[in-house]
Structure formats: structure tokens, C-alpha cells
């Protein structure tokens, strides 16, 4: 005895609904996730002495019994937490500052379990007495490095000790348009935030006349500023210098905008925490062009996030959550930065 099956037909709504799905899920598939991450490191260095560097703390015999476990081990933390940021797929761009050289950044990317990603990088050589530097990670099959340059920052009071170079690299991305990233770290608020503003005021004048060129030089400027900028996006380095307004200010393909400007006020929100208070120093600033909807490069959801991870985090004396440093003055906690990372994420159609 045969048995027939039933033929199940779909009414004409149904097969316009299924038929528009397939097409939705094609044209998603056709829009790249693209996520950049920043992050302060704080401190990552290796276990040798450069006698041109003041890095004698970070030796096995100096301040802080710097020994090669203790590097292996934060070097494995910040795999973990560039892992834990990317989520079900790599980062494409990681931005990295407080690092001492090109050797801690090729152990991480080719020696630490962070070598599974595939990483390339540029690294900046700066004059900065400690040998601090800031990196770009990039994977080259989503970002085909065409150009990097690093700036050096000329103060306007020659008394100003040296600092971080501005690292400048442009990309090709999947879609043929040209990325341009920016990793800062701004010049310290040693000797306290108004007698060393200018100095910060100074970078973010080299900033803007970079972006500006690019503004010039290319149609379409798809350009991420990320960084420790030891500033509030209200100081007068970012928000007059530099001019990187809110997100409620008109957009203008040549504007820049600062992603974290309108979350200043909110209550326990910040990527460093000071005397018991949150502080948004670390940063994304964008063009103008990948906040227009029609750009084929676009911020999704015109937003950045704080990564605030609990494994990032620990509790104070009174109770309230920091983040879990390496260490904490002289104390080795083995956690992993004073600062918290921070993404975004671009749809590249």
C-alpha cells in the first residue's frame, strides 16, 4: 500500500513574505560587520632595558619585579579581552596605547594565543621619555594597508617635554573605499589638567590640520579618530581645537563628532576611573560622511560602546566597581588595565 504525501501550498502573501525574507538575509550578507576597537593597555612592556628609555621599573629587578611570567601573562589579558570584545568575529581594527615597542606588539600578535587572529601592525616610534607608543592592529583580507605615517607633536612652549607620535594609517576596505584611522594618546595631565592643557591643545591642532587635508584631498573621508585623549569631549582641546561636536549638532560631510559627547552627564559612565570618579577619556571621533545614511561606509547605530566586561572589573573599599589594573601602586594584582576598551561598529555595503 502506497502512501501519498500532502502537497502543502503557500497562499500568495506567504510566498511574497518568504520571498522578501531571502532577499533580506542577501542583502545583509552583503553588508560587512566591521568593528574597531580601542584600548589603554597600561603599561605593556617587555623585560629588557633600553638605556635610551626610562623603563627601569619594568625590569625583573626594578620597581615593580617586572619578570618574564608576569609579561606573559598580560600579554595573555589582553588577547583575552580583544577576544571577549570581538565577540563571534575578530575585531578588524584594534588601536592600542601605552605600549613600549615593536617587540611587545609582535610577541603579542605572533607569540600570544592572539596570533589565531591573524594579525598585522604598525607601531609609531616616539620620543616619549618612558618609550610609550600607541599600535594598530589590522587583518589585511578587511583592511589593505595602502599608507602610514606618524606625527610628531611640536608644542608651543618648548619646555614641553616629548611625547606620543599621532599614528595616521589608510586602508582599503572590502568595498573598495579607503578607511582613514587615526590612535592618539595625548599628552599627560602631569602637573595637573589646566597648567598642561596646552599641550593637549597643541595635538589636537595637528589633528584637525591632518583631517582637514584629508577633507581636501578625498571625496568621500571616512575617518575614525580613536584614543586616550587625557580630555573630556567638553575640554577645549577636543571640542574647540579640534572641533568634534556632539551628535545633536548638524552633520556635515567635512564635521567630526565625538561619539561619547552626549553620555558625559550619565551616572557611573566613563573608561577611567579617578578619585572615586568615572572619566571618558578614551574616545572615538568620527567624519561626518559615516553618520549620512546613504554613505557606503555608515556607523551602525551612530554609537560607541564602553566594553565594561565584568571579568574587567573588581570592587573598591566602598563597594562601587574599577577596573581591575595589573597593578595598583606597587601591589601586582595581575588584572588588566586602568582604562576599559571601547568600539564601534561599521556596515561596509
Excluded at 592572539?114 to 589585511?140: F, H, K, M, N, W
Excluded at 592618539?184 to 599641550?199: K, L
Excluded at 565625538?258 to 578619585?275: A, C
Excluded at 560607541?304 to 573588581?314: K, P
Amino acid at each position: 500500500m502506497s502512501i501519498r504525501r500532502p502537497i502543502f501550498r503557500l497562499p500568495g502573501q506567504a510566498v511574497v513574505l518568504t520571498v522578501l525574507t531571502i532577499l533580506l538575509s542577501v542583502r545583509s550578507l552583503a553588508q560587512e560587520n566591521f568593528r574597531i576597537v580601542f584600548y589603554n593597555v597600561e603599561n605593556l612592556f617587555d623585560v629588557y632595558d633600553d638605556p635610551a628609555k626610562n623603563d627601569e621599573d619594568f625590569l625583573p629587578e626594578g620597581k615593580f619585579r617586572w619578570t618574564g611570567w608576569k609579561y606573559g601573562k598580560k600579554l595573555k589579558n589582553i588577547t583575552r579581552v580583544i577576544t571577549a570584545v570581538g565577540g563571534m568575529q575578530s575585531p578588524a581594527l584594534v588601536g592600542l596605547c601605552e605600549v613600549e615597542n615593536d617587540k611587545v606588539i609582535s610577541d603579542l600578535t605572533a607569540k600570544s594565543p592572539l596570533r589565531a587572529q591573524r594579525y598585522d601592525y604598525i607601531v609609531t616610534d616616539s620620543p616619549d621619555e618612558r618609550g610609550i607608543d600607541v599600535a594598530l592592529l589590522y587583518q589585511r583580507h578587511r583592511f589593505n594597508l595602502l599608507e602610514k605615517n606618524e606625527y610628531r607633536i611640536h608644542f608651543s612652549n618648548p619646555a614641553t617635554g616629548p611625547s606620543r607620535h599621532i599614528l595616521h594609517a589608510a586602508g582599503q576596505l572590502v568595498n573598495g573605499d579607503t578607511l582613514d584611522v587615526f590612535v592618539c594618546h595625548f599628552p599627560s595631565r602631569r602637573g595637573g589638567q589646566r597648567a598642561s592643557e596646552p599641550a593637549r591643545r597643541d595635538a589636537a591642532l595637528l589633528l584637525r590640520n591632518k583631517t582637514d587635508s584629508l577633507f581636501r584631498l578625498r571625496r568621500h573621508s571616512h575617518i575614525v579618530i580613536m584614543g586616550d585623549f587625557n580630555d573630556h569631549p567638553d575640554d577645549k582641546s577636543l571640542s574647540r581645537v579640534l572641533g568634534a561636536q556632539k551628535l545633536s549638532h548638524p552633520v556635515t560631510a567635512k564635521g567630526l563628532y565625538n561619539l561619547f559627547f552626549h553620555r558625559m552627564k550619565k551616572i557611573d559612565f566613563g573608561t577611567y576611573k579617578f578619585q572615586g570618579r568615572w572619566e571618558v577619556l578614551d574616545q572615538f571621533i568620527v567624519s561626518g560622511d559615516l553618520l549620512s545614511p546613504t554613505s557606503s561606509v555608515v556607523l551602525k547605530n551612530h554609537e560607541a560602546t564602553v566594553f565594561n566586561a565584568d571579568f574587567l572589573l573588581e570592587e573598591d573599599k566602598n563597594g562601587r566597581k574599577r577596573p581591575y589594573r595589573t597593578y595598583m601602586g606597587p601591589v601586582y594584582k595581575g588584572g588588566f588595565s586602568d582604562h576599559l576598551p571601547i568600539y564601534i561598529d561599521l556596515r561596509i555595503k
